[in-house]
């Protein structure tokens, strides 16, 4: 049995090392569900049901960044889409890992 609840929506922030010597600091939309699971199965003469939590991540995006030079001096640049999506992805993955603790 699965049961998803309403869609939420949260902000990550995050850094990340670039190319050149540049850190770049974001903050990153994220939309997810909770989703509750639910399995049954007989486990030697017993019948066992474990209940979890999952979260399923429907969107991402860049809310805010700025990228620092090797100086902590504010580097007015563009992300490359490589960068943006490593951004993007770093971002869920903590955003996962603190919320699945």
């Known amino acids: ?3 998803v609840e309403e869609e939420l929506e949260t902000t990550w922030e ?3 090392n670039l190319s050149y010597n540049m850190t770049a600091y974001a903050t990153v939309s994220l939309s997810y569900k909770v989703v509750n699971c639910e399995s049954s199965s007989y486990c030697g003469d017993q019948w066992v049901t ?3 939590q999952d979260i ?3 969107d991402s995006d860049i809310f805010e960044y700025e990228v620092y ?3 902590g001096e504010k580097f007015d640049t563009v992300l490359t889409t490589k960068e943006s999506s490593e951004l993007k992805e770093q971002a869920t993955q903590e ?3 603190s919320e699945l603790q």
């Open 1 to 3: 049995m699965i049961e």
């Open 14 to 16: 995050t850094e990340m």
């Open 50 to 52: 474990e209940k979890w």
């Open 56 to 58: 399923e991540i429907i």
């Open 69 to 71: 030079d090797e100086d």
């Open 95 to 97: 955003f996962l890992e």
